[in-house]
């Protein structure tokens, strides 16, 4: 938890150099947005068809792939497993936690920045301050990820049922005049009930472990 909060608050400061890169040294001349000049010809991501959505999907569902693969079929991923489930047990075993831990963090990083760079390299194919969080994609993905329990494709799958009710709400709104935040409400009930489930779970945990003990 503590590993968690630290990130999580080491990214405001990343997002305020990108903030400063927008709206100072790369920012588009001319504009009156904080945003920063389009790409070159070329560089952008090529889309399927007319529609907007670019290969970049693909990328993101070959690194879900992979990481399913990794975590499923080798030494590494079942080390991580460990260590998730059980990090005292992970470290009597000969785990070495802390080099794990700057592994997983450092290519964490590396898959958001992914993210990232298809979020600029396609549609409108510039970086505009507060596009890639304003949208709450953090805490979108962070709780995907504890709704699958962190199983790859599972995560996947929720992080693209989020997704799916962030769109639908604005189309919804539109539509019928219902408000979006309605979304934000069904959000806020998955993750009541999320955070119920664990904790009976863990209760049964506690409960089983005395149990094993009085015996």
């Given at each position: 938890m503590p590993l968690l909060v630290s990130s999580l608050l080491l990214g405001y400061p990343a997002m305020s150099f990108a903030s400063y890169l927008a709206r100072f040294p790369l920012k588009e001349d001319g504009s009156s947005l904080p945003q920063t000049r389009p790409l070159p010809d070329g560089v952008a991501l090529p889309a399927f068809g007319s529609s907007t959505v670019t290969v970049?999907?693909?990328?993101?569902?070959?690194?879900?792939?992979?990481?399913?693969?990794?975590?499923?079929?080798?030494?590494?991923g079942y080390e991580i497993r460990m260590t998730g489930l059980n990090p005292r047990f992970a470290?009597?075993?000969?785990?070495?936690?802390?080099?794990?831990?700057?592994?997983?963090?450092?290519?964490?990083?590396?898959?958001?920045?992914?993210?990232?760079?298809?979020g600029v390299l396609s549609f409108p194919y510039r970086f505009i301050d507060g596009s890639l969080t304003a949208a709450g994609h953090t805490w979108t993905g962070l709780t995907a990820a504890l709704l699958a329990s962190a199983a790859p494709l599972g995560t996947?799958?929720?992080?693209?049922?989020?997704?799916?009710?962030?769109?639908?709400?604005?189309?919804?709104?539109?539509?019928?005049?219902?408000?979006?935040?309605?979304?934000?409400?069904?959000?806020?009930?998955?993750?009541?009930?999320l955070a119920a489930r664990l904790r009976l779970t863990w209760r049964r945990a506690a409960k089983t472990a005395r149990g094993k003990g009085g015996l």
């Open positions: 970049g999907l693909v990328l993101v569902v070959l690194a879900a792939a992979v990481f399913a693969f990794a975590d499923a079929r080798t030494a590494t470290a009597y075993a000969g785990v070495d936690r802390p080099r794990l831990t700057l592994r997983l963090m450092g290519l964490s990083g590396a898959v958001a920045g992914l993210v990232g760079a298809i996947a799958v929720a992080a693209l049922f989020f997704a799916a009710l962030d769109v639908g709400g604005l189309a919804m709104e539109r539509a019928t005049e219902v408000p979006r935040e309605l979304t934000q409400v069904l959000q806020a009930v998955v993750i009541v009930f």
